[in-house]
């Protein structure tokens, strides 16, 4: 008995559906400086959204974010204030940087995305073309499997090819070097390029739930996308690796965490790709997944995907809950359109 096909073009139009309500309530907010309103004024809760407000068409409100942005950009292109939390001073620095330059980029503001992506090539170790966890910090050179991705993928939208092959190999090493997988997926490498499994590591327990899945989904994504410029069937079949290693190796929680999303779209990519409707099964299930946590009002909150509880539509979001609210508004738009090539193309081909 044959399994059910899934209508992938009522799909597609649900999580376009689910992507504009969030941008709508998310643009009603905006502050007249251009800046996304949050518990906490960091440029943590809203670098997503530039890239993710343009593509839902909110160019206005997009180009407002980028006034914002800029009047923060340091001299060097960082974006150093207010720059807050842990995560982004000691674990992926330059993730933030990313997002930002690929929005900037889209939106057509190459003033500001050249001087992002400057900054963030400046920072590729020339050893081993991986990207700083910890960015400009002057004594550190560790990179990681997140940060070289974001980079890499800015890197594509920039048209820097170079810098993205540099940064592919080396996540291809840091895959090679694994020395048991099946338990730890370790993402940091030295300055060196020697892999880092002790306590100076960032290290996934692939085999519990609740672990930073995004270093594993960035690469997928950014080794997808890569191939799209380069048909170098190498990079094909890396994403496809890490993308079986999430699904057969890890903890099922990896579909099922909040940090889902970067899965979605890379199943999405990976099956316009490839035709493999495994993949398109996997995009299905997380973006549902993703569609039935939205709160009504719109947005997305950790309280409501972990508790069921739903939102005061009087409180101010957390800045967690605000960039969490930007990557779906963002990844639901991506899978949608995914979704909707790949019926395109198979319709051409039939």
Known sequence: MS????????????YKAASSLGADQLAATQQPDGALPSSRDVIESSYKGIWALQCAGKTIEAARLASYVRSHLGTDGDVPSPRQEPYFLDIHYLYANGYLAIGAHLLGQFALSDRLMSFIASLQNPQHGGFPSTGPRPGDGRCDTVSTSISGIAALFHGREAVALAAADFLTRVWESQPNRASVFSSTVSPEGQLLTGNDAHQLNVQEAGQDWWFLGAPALF??????KTSDERHLALAQELMDYMMLSCHQDVALHPSCGKLAVSAAKL???????????????VADLIVCNQDPSGVWTRDLWFHGTERNSTTELLWSDLDMSLEYVLWLDLVARELTSAGAWQSSCA
């Not at 399994?3 to 597609?12: F, G, M, N, V, W």
């Not at 080794?223 to 799209?228: G, I």
Request: avoid cysteine; charged fraction near 25%; aromatic fraction near 12%.
């Open 271 to 285: 099956y316009r790709l490839t035709n493999e409707y495994r993949y398109a099964e996997l995009a299905v299930n």
């Open 223 to 228: 080794l997808a996308t890569l191939y799209e």
């Open 3 to 14: 399994r059910p096909e899934i209508d992938l073009a009522q799909r597609a139009a649900s």
